[in-house]
C-alpha cells in the first residue's frame, strides 16, 4: 500500500535552515506529482511545494518563494524539502502528499520549530 514517511524535521533558530525528506512507497513514484504541505498551530493545512514528475516542474506558496526548495530523487522514491531562512511563522507540522486515482494520501508529519 502507500506508505509516505516524513523525516528531518526538529528545534531551528530564526534564520536557520532544515531539510526535510519523504521516502515513498508502494506506487510507482517517478510517475506522480508530490507535494509539501503544513499546518500550523491553529491554522488550515496549506501548499508549500509541488514538484511535478518527468520534467520536474515545480510551484511554491508565496510564503515560502526564494526560501524553500523542493527536489525529488526517483532513484530513491524520496522527496526533499530544503528550507532557509526560516522563521517562527514557518513552525508547522509538514507533511508529504500524493494524489493517485485511488485517493489522496498523506503520511504523518514532522514538526518543524523555529524559536530562539
Known amino acids: 500500500q502507500v506508505q509516505l514517511v516524513e523525516s528531518g524535521g526538529g528545534l531551528v533558530q530564526p534564520g536557520g535552515s532544515l531539510t526535510l525528506s519523504c521516502a515513498a512507497s508502494?506506487?510507482?513514484?517517478?510517475?506522480?506529482?508530490m507535494s509539501w504541505y503544513r499546518q500550523a498551530p491553529g491554522k488550515e493545512r496549506e501548499m508549500v511545494a509541488r514538484?511535478?514528475?518527468?520534467?520536474?516542474?515545480?510551484n511554491y506558496a508565496d510564503s515560502v518563494k526564494g526560501r524553500f526548495t523542493i527536489s525529488r530523487d526517483n532513484a530513491k522514491n524520496t522527496v526533499y524539502l530544503q528550507m532557509n531562512s526560516l522563521t517562527p511563522e514557518d513552525t508547522a507540522v509538514y507533511y508529504c502528499?500524493?494524489?493517485?486515482?485511488?485517493?489522496?494520501?498523506w503520511g504523518k508529519g514532522t514538526l518543524v520549530t523555529v524559536s530562539s
Open positions: 502528499n500524493v494524489r493517485r486515482i485511488t485517493g489522496v494520501y
Open positions: 508502494g506506487f510507482a513514484f517517478e510517475s506522480y506529482t
Open positions: 514538484i511535478t514528475s518527468g520534467a520536474g516542474n515545480t
